[in-house]
Each structure stands twice: as structure tokens, then as C-alpha cells.
Nanobody, 128 residues
């Protein structure tokens, strides 16, 4: 059994920052790759970022690279997405995702169907 619960979403002005959290319930958190994906109305689901298990390798989609930072704290069984310099186009429901360490982050971020577990999502609104 694996459950993911996101938190930290909200409304922010362009240029602002938010930190999303993903709490993991289950066993062997450090054997799961963790990702963040987003869904905006009228747009295709987009993989945003991914972090591997113990080595901490990360991957970012080009549109957020340099602005977002993914991290994980294996002791706390929690993953994070620090979002800086937010833009209106970042507005979306953000989902935390997880899968056992079988796939590489580059593949996972490009194919949302590979993720086994999804959180309920947390809404991020960036507007003036």
C-alpha cells in the first residue's frame, strides 16, 4: 500500500514562490522514484520534475529548469517541489507521483502512464 498526499498549493502573484510537499505513506520510500506532474485546463498533462531514489539524480522539463527544485528527505518520507519565479503558465493542479525504481527519470517525465501511484493533487494559481 502506497499513498501520496500533496500540500502547499495556493495563489501567488507572478514572480512569487511556493513549496509543495508530498507525504508518502507505505514502506520502502527510498526505493521509489518520485515525480511531480501538472494538469491545467485545456492542456495536456505535463511531467514537471523527477527525483531518483538514493542517488538523488533529478530531471526537469525545460519550461521549469532553473526555477523549480525537486528534493526528497528519505528520513521524513517526504518529497518537495520548490517553485520560484512563478509564471501564470505554471497555473495547474500539481500531482505527486511514485513508482518502484525500474524506470529512469527521463522516461517517467515523458510518459505519465508509467507512474503507479498518484496523489490527489494540489492547486497552484499564479495571477495578478
Amino acid at each position: 500500500q502506497v499513498q501520496l498526499v500533496e500540500s502547499g498549493g495556493g495563489s501567488v502573484q507572478p514572480g512569487g514562490s511556493l513549496r509543495l510537499s508530498c507525504a508518502f505513506s507505505g514502506t520502502s520510500f527510498d526505493y521509489y522514484v518520485i515525480g511531480w506532474l501538472r494538469q491545467a485546463p485545456g492542456k495536456k498533462r505535463e511531467g514537471v520534475s523527477c527525483i531518483s531514489t538514493r542517488d538523488g539524480n533529478t530531471y526537469y522539463v525545460d519550461s521549469v529548469k532553473g526555477r523549480f527544485t525537486i528534493s526528497r528527505d528519505n528520513a521524513k518520507k517526504t518529497a518537495y517541489l520548490e517553485m520560484n519565479s512563478l509564471k501564470p503558465e505554471d497555473t495547474a493542479v500539481y500531482h505527486c507521483t511514485a513508482v518502484a525504481d525500474v524506470w529512469e527519470c527521463e522516461s517517467l517525465i515523458k510518459n505519465s502512464g508509467l507512474w503507479d501511484y498518484w496523489g490527489q493533487g494540489t492547486q497552484v494559481i499564479v495571477s495578478s
